[in-house]
C-alpha cells in the first residue's frame, strides 16, 4: 500500500468513526415530537389527499409559500418520511440526522481539498487531521440540534448541502484549470456553481450565496501565497477564469446586495407593524448583537439553549438602547474589517470570518424575518472551527514541539466536550415535556415558550400549574393572543373560564398582529369544546364575541378576516341557522375568495342539509371570480397552472355540484 493510499484509508476510517459516534448522540433526540412551524408546514403532505401519483406529486411540490420559488426539493425530501398527513415524526428526524452526517462528510472532504499548501499534491497528515477535527467539531455541535432535529429545517440543511457541493465543484474546475485545461475546468467551475445554487434556491432563499461564499475562499484562501502556488493559474488560464467563472459569481453578489438594500428602501413605504412588532430600522440595530450571541454560543457552547423560542429578544430601538448595541455594530465592522485586511496574513482566520459574515447576508440584514432563530448558524458556521483545528494539530505551526501535544489534547478535549453537550441536549429533545418546561425555564420571558410549557402541563393533569405559569407574562403581555388562548385552556381544564378572563382574550384577539392559522385552528377546538358545555362560561355566545374582536382587529389581514367569518358561519350552522351560515360563508368569500373554500363552505352546507344554499354559494363565487388577483409570480403561479392542467378544482367542483344536486332532488328530511 502507498503512502497515499495509507492515508486516505487512515482518513476514511477516521471519518467513519466519526459520523457513527455522531449518530449514536443524535439517535436519543429521534424519540421526540414535531414542534412550532412543522405544524404549519408538514400539513401540505395530506392538504389534496395522499401524495401516490404523478398528479398529486405535482400538486404537493408546487404547493410552497415560503419564498418565491415555494421550496419545492425541501417539500419532495419530505416524501422520504410520509406521503400523507398526520405521520410520525421519527422517519422525519431520521433522515434529518443522515442529512447532517453527509454534510459533515462534505464539510470534511471540502476542508482537506483547501488545505492542500504549496506545491504539494495531496493534504498533509496534519492538515487531513485539521480537517477531520474542524468537521467533527461542526458535526457534534450542540447548537445545530435544533436544526437537524427540528424537522422543518431540513430546508437549511439541503441548502448546506447544495452549498457544499457546489463549492467543491467550484474547486474541482479550479484543479482541472489548473492542470492546463482552462476551458474545461471554467466551465466545470462554473456549472457546479450555477446548478448547485439552483438547487439551494429551490430549497431555501440563502441557496443564493454559493456565489459569494466562492468569492471568500478566492480572495482569501486563493488570493495567499501559501494556498497559491498547488492552484496557480496561467496568464490565459486566469483570464477565462475570470471572465467565465469570477464575472458571474460577482454579478450574482451583486443582485443579492441590491436585493437586500431595496428592502430597506421597500421599508419607507411598505408598513410591517401588521406583522412585527419592530421596524426596519431596529431591526438592522439589533441583528449585530444578535451576531456576537451566535459567536458566543458557538465558541463557548453550553449544552442547552434557547431552542426554537426566541421571541423575548430585546430590540435595539438606538445606538445605546440597549448600550450593546452600538460596541456589538463597532466590534462587528472592526472584525470584518481586520479579515478583510489581513487576509494575506491569516487567510484560515480571515475566510472564517467572512464566511461566517457571508452566510447570514439573507437571514440576519434587511429581509423582515423573525430576529432570533439558532438554525441560521448551520451553514455560517461551516468554518468555524477549522482556524482552531489546525492550531491544534499543528497544520500552521511547525515549531513548538513541546506544546504540540498540549494543542492536540486540548482540540481533542473541546471535540468530548462538544459530544457531551450535544448528547445531553438530544436525550432532551427526545422527551416533548422535560424540553418544554426546559425551555420555559431558559427563557422566561418568551410568551412562546411559556405556552408551549402550559400546554405540556395541561397534557400532564397540571393545569394550575399552567395557569400560574401564563398569568405574570399574560398580565405584561395582553397582545399576545397565544397566551390568552393557553389561559382559557388552563381554566376550562379546571372546569370553568371567568367573565373577566374571556374579556381580557376578546381584547387580546382585538389588538393582536396577525397570530396566522392559530385563529383557525384554535377556534376550531373551541367549537368542539363550547358544543359538548364541558367549560363553564364558555359558551357559542363567548364565542361570536371572541370572533367580533377579530373582525374589528385593523391589523388582521382579508384571509384571516375570511376565516373568523368562516368560522362565524359554523357556529350558525351549529345551531341550525342554515340561511345565517350561508350569509356568513358569503361574506367570508367576499373578504378573500378562493375556490377552495367556496368548495368546503359549500360542502358543509350541503352535509348540514343546506344542498340549495350550498349551490347558491358556488354560484357567488363565480361572481367573484373575475375580481380575483392573478397568482403571484413564482411557485404561485406555476401551482394555479399545475391545478388548471390537471382541471382539479374544475374535477372537484363537478363531484361536488352534482352531490349538491342530488340531495337537493331527493331530501331526505330536516336540515341539521
Known amino acids: 500500500m502507498t503512502t497515499l493510499q495509507s492515508r486516505r484509508l487512515v482518513a476514511l476510517m477516521g471519518l467513519v468513526a466519526l459520523l457513527a459516534i455522531t449518530w449514536l448522540v443524535y439517535r436519543p433526540g429521534l424519540s421526540g415530537p414535531f414542534l412550532f412551524d412543522d405544524f404549519a408546514n408538514l400539513p401540505a403532505l395530506g392538504a389534496m389527499g395522499p401524495i401516490d401519483d404523478g398528479a398529486s406529486f405535482a400538486r404537493y411540490v408546487t404547493s410552497g409559500t415560503a419564498d418565491p420559488t415555494g421550496r419545492p426539493i425541501a417539500l419532495a425530501s419530505f416524501l422520504v418520511d410520509a406521503r400523507d398527513w398526520p405521520a410520525s415524526p421519527e422517519s422525519f428526524k431520521r433522515t434529518n440526522v443522515v442529512i447532517h452526517l453527509l454534510n459533515g462528510s462534505l464539510l470534511f472532504l471540502l476542508l482537506s481539498c483547501i488545505s492542500r499548501h504549496r506545491d504539494e499534491h495531496v493534504t498533509r497528515p496534519r492538515d487531513l487531521a485539521a480537517a477531520g477535527l474542524a468537521a467533527g467539531m461542526w458535526l457534534l455541535h450542540p447548537l445545530f440540534v435544533s436544526t437537524t432535529l427540528y424537522v422543518v429545517q431540513r430546508e437549511a440543511m439541503l441548502v448546506t448541502t447544495f452549498a457544499l457541493l457546489g463549492l467543491l465543484g467550484w474547486w474541482h474546475g479550479r484543479r482541472v484549470m489548473a492542470s492546463g485545461r482552462p476551458i474545461a475546468g471554467s466551465l466545470i467551475a462554473l456549472g457546479s456553481l450555477l446548478v448547485c445554487t439552483a438547487f439551494g434556491l429551490l430549497s431555501k432563499a440563502n441557496g443564493i450565496l454559493v456565489a459569494p461564499l466562492v468569492l471568500v475562499l478566492e480572495y482569501t484562501l486563493l488570493a495567499n501565497i501559501g494556498w497559491r502556488a498547488s492552484t496557480s493559474l496561467a496568464s490565459t488560464a486566469r483570464s477565462v477564469y475570470r471572465r467565465v467563472v469570477l464575472l458571474p459569481c460577482w454579478l450574482i453578489s ?49 449544552p442547552y439553549t434557547a431552542g426554537v423560542f426566541n421571541d423575548q429578544v430585546v430590540v435595539s430601538n438606538g445606538l445605546l438602547d440597549p448600550w450593546t448595541t452600538l460596541p456589538a455594530i463597532a466590534g462587528a465592522l472592526a472584525v470584518l474589517g481586520a479579515a478583510a485586511a489581513y487576509r494575506q496574513r491569516a487567510p484560515a482566520l480571515s475566510a472564517t470570518i467572512l464566511f461566517f459574515a457571508c452566510g447570514h447576508a439573507i437571514e440576519s440584514t434587511s429581509i423582515p424575518l423573525e430576529l432570533y432563530f439558532e438554525h441560521r448558524n448551520y451553514l455560517p458556521a461551516l468554518l468555524a472551527f477549522w482556524p ?285
Request: net charge positive.
Open 388 to 672: 482552531a483545528a489546525r492550531w491544534a494539530m499543528a497544520a500552521d505551526h511547525v515549531g513548538d514541539v513541546r506544546y504540540r501535544h498540549l494543542r492536540l489534547l486540548a482540540g481533542i478535549g473541546f471535540l468530548t466536550l462538544l459530544g457531551a453537550f450535544t448528547l445531553m441536549n438530544t436525550r432532551i429533545w427526545g422527551d416533548a415535556r422535560n424540553q418544554a418546561i426546559l425551555w420555559a425555564t431558559l427563557n422566561p420571558t418568551s410568551d412562546r415558550a411559556q405556552a408551549s410549557a402550559a400546554m405540556a402541563d395541561m397534557n400532564n393533569d397540571a393545569p394550575e400549574r399552567a395557569e400560574r405559569r401564563l398569568r405574570p407574562l399574560f398580565a405584561q403581555h395582553p397582545e399576545q393572543v397565544q397566551l390568552a388562548f393557553n389561559l382559557v385552556a388552563a381554566r376550562c381544564a379546571q372546569g370553568s373560564v371567568s367573565a373577566t378572563d374571556l374579556a381580557a382574550t376578546e381584547q387580546s384577539i382585538r389588538i393582536t398582529r396577525d397570530p396566522g392559522t392559530l385563529l383557525l385552528t384554535w377556534f376550531d377546538g373551541a367549537m368542539s369544546m363550547a358544543k359538548r358545555g364541558s367549560c363553564e362560561g364558555f359558551d357559542t355566545a363567548a364565542l361570536r364575541r371572541l370572533i367580533g374582536a377579530g373582525m374589528a382587529n385593523t391589523l388582521l389581514p382579508p384571509g384571516r378576516k375570511q376565516d373568523l367569518t368562516y368560522l362565524e358561519g359554523r357556529l350558525r350552522l351549529e345551531s341550525g341557522d342554515g340561511p345565517g351560515a350561508a350569509t356568513a360563508f358569503d361574506e367570508a368569500l367576499a373578504l378573500d375568495p378562493r375556490i377552495s373554500a367556496a368548495l368546503e363552505q359549500a360542502a358543509q352546507l350541503g352535509s348540514s342539509g343546506y344542498p340549495e344554499l350550498g349551490l347558491r354559494h358556488l354560484a357567488l363565487f363565480d361572481k367573484l371570480a373575475p375580481r380575483l388577483p392573478a397568482p403571484a409570480i413564482g411557485m404561485p403561479s406555476i401551482h394555479a397552472w399545475v391545478l388548471r392542467r390537471q382541471g382539479y378544482w374544475d374535477r372537484e367542483r363537478h363531484q361536488l355540484e352534482a352531490t349538491l344536486r342530488h340531495d337537493a332532488n331527493h331530501p331526505t328530511g330536516n336540515p341539521h
Open 254 to 302: 451583486l443582485a443579492v446586495a441590491a436585493y437586500l438594500t431595496w428592502f430597506v428602501v421597500r421599508s419607507l413605504q411598505v408598513e410591517i407593524a401588521a406583522i412585527r412588532p419592530w421596524t426596519l430600522g431596529q431591526r438592522l440595530l439589533t441583528e449585530p448583537r444578535i451576531l456576537w450571541d451566535y459567536v458566543r454560543l458557538l465558541y463557548f457552547p453550553r
